[in-house]
């Protein structure tokens, strides 16, 4: 995800990056330059098909009323003060990716509820259904918000 992600993003900015050289954080810079260095058409082209590939399966298995459900995250969330360039360098984000990155890769719509704090900080369950079907996962969490006490 986080590869053609950056290629995306290299492919929309890349010239204005070149040519204006924005200031951009460390991470940014590195990640755009790196990737767009780094990326050759048969790379490109093998991570587009196993996206495809991906989407196609997961929107099977979600087709037919099919819901998905997960933690949001893998560890309990960062405090805004854990946040700094050393935490990007660790693993949380990567391992994040790893269920952050379904909806994107599927095109499958998801829907995050807060259910409980662990250390002071809110634990998110993650609902997914398949393409298209957005309308009822809404209705289908709704109501599990409403059974659950919610208003």
Not at 34 to 53: H, N, P, V, W
Not at 59 to 64: K, Y
Request: contains cysteine; charged residues 15%; aromatic residues 10%.
């Amino acid at each position: 995800m986080g590869y053609l992600l950056s290629i995306e993003i290299w492919n929309s900015f890349g010239a204005w990056v070149t040519h204006d050289k924005p200031r951009l954080s460390p991470g940014a810079a590195a990640g755009l330059h790196g990737y767009a260095e780094a990326s050759d058409r048969k790379d490109i082209q093998r991570r587009l098909t196993f996206r495809k590939t991906f989407q196609r399966q997961l929107n099977d298995f979600l087709s037919g009323g099919n819901i998905l459900c997960f933690p949001t995250t893998v560890d309990p969330a960062p405090r805004l003060d854990e946040i700094t360039p050393a935490f990007y360098e660790g693993d949380y984000v990567p391992r994040s990716m790893g269920v952050n990155a379904i909806s994107s890769l599927s095109r499958a719509p998801q829907i995050t509820m807060p259910v409980a704090d662990i250390q002071g900080v809110p634990v998110g369950l993650s609902f997914m259904a398949g393409y298209g079907q957005d309308t009822t996962l809404m209705g289908i969490c709704n109501l599990l918000y409403s059974r659950c006490g919610g208003h």
